[in-house]
């Protein structure tokens, strides 16, 4: 069974501070994506990584795929209130046939206090 | 125009009833899917359709009946509803992907209490 554990579960920070997600797993994922869900909404899909060793930015968010493409990590610079949320990481499975789904971690609440 | 939409936004009904959520996508993705989040967050992956036909069926009880009568929409229907079944259910869709993964839309939930 593939699983994706994320750590930490929970962060409370204040604004201004740096901090680190991850995402692990056993399983090699042929592509690894986060989300970030508001209350009240849908997860929104933040970045999508497919290459071991990959690196994107976004704004003030740095997303890296490991090189053997098991584990994921989301780093913020200079946190900021409007990065409230649940963060999702979730691994591409593509099975045999039709068989395509998304893996889920149980996913980061994070809280940047003013 | 809501690209993912799921009505209704809010369902409060006895043990037993049976209920429907209707969900409609206008981005012409060709993959729709049913999601429970539970109280802990957790996104569970229920059904997913591809082109009207059904593709993943996650060990869902058969008082779960999803049904696509076109590629934009996916209907799931509730019947004999038990306190368990409490839980946002988010309906989502993608492009078929041969590669990496496909980029889920989601829509707003579907907030479901069983009394």
């Known amino acids: 069974t593939q699983l994706l554990e994320q750590s930490p579960q929970f962060l409370s920070i204040q604004e201004g501070e740096n901090l680190t997600v991850y995402c692990n797993s056993s399983?090699?994922?042929?592509?690894l994506q986060w989300y970030r869900q508001e209350p009240g909404e849908g997860p929104v899909l933040l970045v999508t990584?497919?290459?071991g060793g990959e690196v994107k930015k976004l704004k003030r968010l740095t997303f890296q795929f490991g090189d053997a493409r098991k584990d994921s990590s989301l780093h913020i610079t200079a946190a900021q209130p409007g990065d409230t949320g649940l963060y999702l990481c979730?691994?591409?499975?593509?099975?045999?046939?039709?068989?395509?789904?998304?893996?889920w971690g149980l996913g980061t609440s994070l809280a940047v206090n003013p | 125009d809501t690209a993912v939409s799921q009505t209704p936004k809010y369902l409060v009904t006895q043990m037993g009833n049976d209920k429907s959520i209707k969900c409609e996508q206008n981005?012409?993705?060709?993959?729709m899917y049913w999601y429970k989040q539970d109280s802990k967050k957790f996104l569970k992956i229920m059904f997913s359709?591809?082109?009207?036909?059904?593709?993943i069926n996650e060990t869902v009880p058969n008082r779960f009946s999803p049904k696509s009568p076109d590629k934009a929409h996916l209907n799931l229907h509730i019947n004999s509803l038990e306190l368990g079944d409490s839980a946002v259910y988010f309906c989502?869709?993608?492009?078929?992907?041969?590669?990496?993964?496909?980029?889920?839309?989601f829509g707003e939930g579907s907030r479901l209490t069983v009394l």
């Open positions: 399983s090699v994922f042929s592509s």
């Open positions: 989502a869709s993608s492009q078929w992907w041969t590669s990496g993964a496909g980029e889920l839309f």
């Open positions: 359709y591809n082109n009207k036909e059904l593709i």
């Open positions: 979730a691994g591409g499975a593509l099975g045999g046939g039709n068989n395509r789904k998304l893996i």
């Open positions: 990584v497919v290459t």
């Open positions: 981005l012409g993705h060709d993959t």
